[in-house]
Each structure stands twice: as structure tokens, then as C-alpha cells.
């Protein structure tokens, strides 16, 4: 049985540590990798740069997408994921502090399946991502591989 990756895009430390304590104490145990930036992520998924020894065939079950980021921003990562073959249908969730209007617009007309504001409050956090782990990792039935 394979594992149920999480692929968290997100370039701030603090958050990245408490995405971490939030998947811990909503006791989600899913392997998690951590891209800094726009191009790690694309570099992970698609087995290119630091990430060209992994086998790009073994996707993530979910991808949780900050939008801003450094050397490629989170809409221009959901544009890359939507538009090829192996990862158009990954789940992909952005997770970000944004309000603005035009980020969320943008992000669900590019394809994201759902975008979640990130809560000040901890607490509120760690059920915002305890919640998102029970449906994207156990609730939800994953598309099928899509075909080449």
C-alpha cells in the first residue's frame, strides 16, 4: 500500500512549522515534503533540478499551495500542474493568508479545488488543516492516474 503524500509549497518557516504541529496534533501522520519555493515544488513534481534522481511517476496525494512565493508565485505553480498530462488532476489546495478578491478568483478560474484563508489563531489553524487532512487523505476518492 502506498503512503498519502502531502506536498506543502510554502516559504515561510513559521508556517511551514506550524502546518507541522497542525498535521501532528489532528494526528496526521501522511508524509510530508516541504517546497520553499514555486520551483522546488514544479522540481519535485515534475523530477527536475535537486529532485531529478525521484521518480516523478509517484505524485503526491495533495497539494497544499501558498501563492506568494519566491522565484515562481503559487498561480503561476497551479498553471504548470493544470496544464500537464501526469498532475492535472492533483488535488491542489491553496493555503494562504490572501483576502484579496482577485487571488481567489484567479486560483479556482486556474483550476485550485479549494482555497482556504490561514487562520491567525492556532487553534483555529490546527482544525482548518486536522479537517482538510479527514477529507483530502481519507473522505475524498483520488482521480485515477491520468493517462499519457
Known amino acids: 500500500m502506498s503512503t498519502k503524500t502531502i506536498l506543502l509549497v510554502e516559504d515561510n518557516p513559521s508556517d511551514v512549522d506550524l502546518t507541522k504541529?497542525?498535521?501532528?496534533?489532528?494526528?496526521?501522520?501522511?508524509?510530508?515534503?516541504v517546497a520553499e519555493d514555486g520551483q522546488e515544488a514544479l522540481d519535485y513534481l515534475f523530477g527536475t533540478g535537486i529532485y531529478a534522481a525521484r521518480d516523478s511517476a509517484t505524485l503526491p496525494t495533495l497539494i497544499l499551495l501558498d501563492l506568494k512565493l519566491?522565484?515562481?508565485?503559487?498561480?503561476?505553480?497551479?498553471?504548470?500542474?493544470?496544464?500537464?498530462?501526469?498532475t492535472?488532476?492533483?488535488?491542489?489546495?491553496i493555503?494562504?493568508?490572501?483576502?484579496?478578491?482577485?487571488d481567489i478568483a484567479a486560483?479556482?478560474?486556474?483550476?485550485?479545488?479549494?482555497?482556504?484563508?490561514?487562520p491567525v489563531d492556532f487553534f483555529q489553524f490546527a482544525e482548518a488543516i486536522k479537517n482538510?487532512?479527514?477529507y483530502w487523505l481519507v473522505l475524498n476518492e483520488s482521480p485515477p492516474k491520468a493517462r499519457l
Do not use: C, F, W
Open 21 to 33: 504541529r497542525a498535521l501532528s496534533k489532528g494526528h496526521i501522520l501522511n508524509e510530508l515534503v
Open 132 to 134: 482538510l487532512g479527514l
Open 70 to 86: 519566491p522565484k515562481v508565485d503559487g498561480l503561476e505553480v497551479l498553471v504548470r500542474i493544470r496544464s500537464d498530462s501526469r
Open 107 to 118: 486560483s479556482y478560474d486556474l483550476g485550485a479545488n479549494s482555497y482556504i484563508r490561514k
Open 95 to 102: 493555503l494562504t493568508s490572501s483576502r484579496e478578491e482577485q
Open 88 to 93: 492535472k488532476r492533483l488535488p491542489v489546495v
